[in-house]
Antibody
């Protein structure tokens, strides 16, 4: 079964850091680009970051550039998101999503269940 | 950079047909494929249409997608509405100039 399972969410103070993980199974992880997409409470979907299959190409939304770092470990079938200098507006459910191609993600075909990140004092 | 604009909400009765629009602010709607995702309350998004008009296996043929270059928009049409179709629907495309994914703001479909 194709599956993405996120973990690492929680409550963090403004200015703090958090590292999210996404464990993939059921497909050849190393062949596909991967992504993080977030959804603030009661709001729509917002693309956060993409990473190509070999980590050669990495892209970020302007809202997180310079604060978040996406990475992957193909040997462990895992995707990560290091979030630093967190702000209240980063509060959201963070989804891991599989891209359709190796070099870039123009769409998503598999989504995880999401992990909640709350930034509050 | 471009934006995708959707109506905030639509409602229709069971058995009827509803169409949700998604208008691209700049550049041609045909430049990059449009996808549509369904998100039921408390659940993750799932794809109902990909590459403008393709249905993933398991999605009923009541769901269809199209693009219209004259209005620079994409549309999701759901026929024979069922109460289970009640959900939020998001259109999504790709900005190949900066390699970024773009989502519409989402449309809440109420089936009453």
């Amino acid at each position: 079964e194709v599956q993405l399972v996120e973990s690492g969410g929680g409550l963090v103070k403004p200015g703090g850091s958090l590292r999210l993980s996404c464990a993939a199974s059921g497909f050849t992880f190393s062949s596909y680009s991967m992504n993080w997409v977030r959804q603030a409470p009661g709001k729509g979907l917002e693309w956060v970051s993409s990473i190509s299959s070999s980590s050669s190409y990495i892209y970020y939304a302007d809202s997180v550039k310079g604060r978040f770092t996406i990475s992957r470990d193909n040997a462990k079938n895992s995707l990560y998101l290091q979030m630093n200098s967190l702000r209240a507006e980063d509060t959201a459910v963070y989804y891991c999503a599989k891209g359709r191609y190796g070099d870039y993600s123009d769409a998503f075909d598999i989504w995880g269940q999401g992990t909640m990140v709350t930034v509050s004092s | 950079n471009f934006m995708l604009t959707q109506p905030h909400s639509v409602s229709e009765s069971p058995g009827k047909t509803v169409t949700i629009s998604c208008t691209r602010s700049s550049g041609s709607i045909a430049s990059n494929y449009v996808q549509w995702y369904q998100q039921r309350p408390g659940s993750s998004p799932t794809t109902v249409i990909y590459e403008d008009n393709q249905r993933p296996s398991g999605v009923p043929d009541r769901f269809s997608g199209s693009i219209d270059s004259s209005s620079n928009s994409a549309s999701l049409t759901i026929s024979g509405l069922k109460t289970e179709d009640e959900a939020d629907y998001y259109c999504q495309s790709y900005d190949s100039s900066n390699r970024r994914v773009v989502f519409g703001g989402g449309t809440k479909l109420t089936v009453l």
